[in-house]
């Protein structure tokens, strides 16, 4: 759906997650119910303060999607540690160990 961001119109955006790069088997994380569009997403490795504004030439979330993937539980994972909004952890729906994109 579009929205506006700052003045800018812009696309709802998603993460999907695969089992590898040679099996085109794609799944849409999903976010805990009562989760918020714009919501920031936390994990226990993150004791920050987040910067309050991203400069794109950076090309942050690019640098870090490497160390994105699934565990056991189906969680979400930045280097091993769960990630999560407010409402709780962010899930794949059936693939471990998956990378995320």
Do not use: H
Request: charged share 30%; proline share 6%.
């Amino acid at each position: 759906y579009q929205r506006r961001v700052r003045g800018a119109s812009g696309a709802k955006e998603c993460c999907c997650v695969r089992r590898t790069r040679s099996i085109p088997w794609w799944e849409v994380i999903s976010v805990p119910e009562g989760s918020r569009p714009g919501e920031r997403i936390t994990g226990d490795m993150f004791t920050e303060t987040p910067d309050q504004q991203l400069n794109p030439k950076k090309k942050i979330f690019e640098k870090v999607q490497v160390d994105l993937t699934t565990n056991s539980k189906l969680e979400v994972t930045y280097k091993g540690e769960q990630l999560k909004t407010s409402s709780g952890p962010i899930l794949a729906g059936s693939l471990v160990g998956a990378i995320v994109r």
